[in-house]
């Protein structure tokens, strides 16, 4: 009885393990789509059935203090560190849709996203309209 009780804990810990291996959910190192260098850490939670991104560490130096100064409404002259950037979005098959992400560079809300390429990678879409009119960047999962 006490192997096939700690059998199923660890059976039930693996799938854990893959399933939270297979999922958006989590800290991503962020790369600038044009130049390539490293930009910032986003955390990727879930509330309220809802996908949500929150940037918790500014890589590049000349940005760490920045306010996003061109932001409108709530955002506007907030700091950069700590800004939720990714709003709302749903589970629809292998992919996350119908939220927002905001550029605080330059203050723009597109709609957003998110598919994840492989375990590690994320692809993440900002587009105006429909989604060929927009921007990609690749997303890396930093493990904890």
């Known amino acids: 009885m006490f192997k096939l009780k700690n059998s199923l804990v660890l059976l039930f810990v693996l799938f854990f393990q893959i399933v939270q291996s297979q999922s958006v959910l989590g800290i991503w190192k962020t790369y600038d789509d044009e130049t390539g260098k490293e930009k910032s ?3 990727i939670y ?54 927002k992400i905001l550029d605080p560079k330059s203050g723009k809300i597109y709609k957003c996203s998110l598919s994840l390429e492989s375990k590690d990678k994320l692809t993440v879409r900002g587009y105006v309209g429909i989604s060929l009119l927009g921007r990609t960047q690749k997303w890396i999962r930093i493990k904890k």
């Open 41 to 43: 850490i986003v955390e």
């Open 46 to 99: 879930e509330e309220n059935g809802k996908i949500y991104g929150k940037i918790i560490e500014l890589l590049e130096k000349e940005n760490k203090g920045k306010k996003c100064i061109k932001c409108n409404g709530t955002d506007k002259d907030k700091p950069i560190l700590g800004m939720v950037i990714i709003r709302g979005l749903s589970k629809d098959g292998d992919e996350y849709n119908d939220g």
